[in-house]
């Protein structure tokens, strides 16, 4: 379980911020003082909880933190809610509008919370955005320029835990299996059950394949909440005592 | 970049471009007027005009939230919607749609507010080019007379005042547009626009529209071949309809 975005050995510095292609126009790189990390994973891996338990963590030791996550932004969450709710947007018009809701978030929360030196936290970030797209048949070279705004996390954390799991825990939790969690929309079964698993393993071998592309590190998220957490810590306080 | 015609689309897409104020919309309404005359089947779909993202829209420029990339991006998507739902369906179906601004508006208009060009580009590369795409230029001055003249008051955004080139509402709009302008300019050969000399009278840009049009598109490929279906007959709204609009 040691696999590090970055080359062994190196000492990352903060000159070595960048966005994955073009970013945002403008933007100093070298003013983001602060630190992104990301968290990510299905419904029922368990991000909440760990994220809960980080911002905990981060802040007894003295450290600034703002989370982020998807559909929080002031510009478009509603709208984005209510479009998903009627189920009525295809493809292009559905990942753009997810691209938005990220961009305003990026410039409007995390590239000032970085400025001002704070820890950021997402909940999710550009790779269940593409993931999904991808399962979704959407074009890998389109998704990468559009996402070529967004900025590189100092860590990304994908918590993986099997299909059958996430059902277990989802189910007990809310009695239920979301429907675009369990990627109804795709046809794959007209039983969401059945559907579930096989999205949520499609989901998995995308992740899997990007991961190969984009480096992040893959955590055993079956495990106890405290152990997913010590490892969590572990790897950040590395990121933090980079500067 | 392909045209639709060029895809094997049965249907046909003619676009205008141009600055504001340009009378592109007066000659495309005239050219919609045209072609239903003739028993095409026609229609027309306007830029930003997607009920979906139009509240997200209004509310990010009413308060001026958007910045370059959100500004490019909530355009895109009401593109995409536009395109995906209306556009490709009616396209399949052998209509001749006209749009008054196509992705070159984007083009135009977002590199000038500084996002990269590659990235635009590569955003909207899932449109085809139009089979026809009239780019009205008319002097810069006559188009900035237009717009200054019968409207006074400019929209933060329409006026570029994001761009921080003037104080001045007037002054933003006029820089703004000489470098939409120039923008487009660059970039007519590559997207092959038929250019409109819009100095002249709207009737003669008509005729000479309505004789391009024909010349490049065979209409009577486009006819309906039944008459036009009766209007459905008047009843209370019962059921939601597909037009439940949220609170305006």
Redesign the interface.
Known sequence: MKKSHRTPGAVPSVSQRRFFGHGIPGVQLDDLAGKLIVVEGADGSGRSSQIAALVNWLETLGHATVQVGLKRSNLVSAELEQAQNGNILSRTTLSLFYATDFADQLENTILPALRAGFIVLADRYIYTLMARDLVRGMDAAWLKNLYGMALQPDAVFYLEVPPEELVQRNLSKNAMLDYWESGMDLGLSRDVFDSFLKYQTAMQATFRRMQCTYGFTIVNGSRAVDEVTASLQKKISAVLTTK | MKTFAQLGFPGRLIAVEGLDGSGKSTQIYLLKRWLEAEGVKVYFSEWNSSD??K??TS??KKRE??????FS??H??DF??R???HLLPLLRAGYVVLCDRYIFTAFARDVTR???P??VR??Y??AARPDLTFFFRADLEVSLNRILDGRPKLKFFEAGMDLRLSSDPYESFRIFQGRILEQYLAMSEEFKFTIMDANQRIETQQAIARRIVSEQIDLDEFRRRSPLPLPPPVQPQTTAGTEED?AA
Request: hydrophobic share 40%.
């Open positions: 979906l993202v509240s997200a509310k990010g939230l958007l910045t370059p990339t959100t991006l909530i895109a998507t995409a919607d395109y995906e739902r500084g996002c990269p590659d990235w590569g955003i590369s899932f949220s």
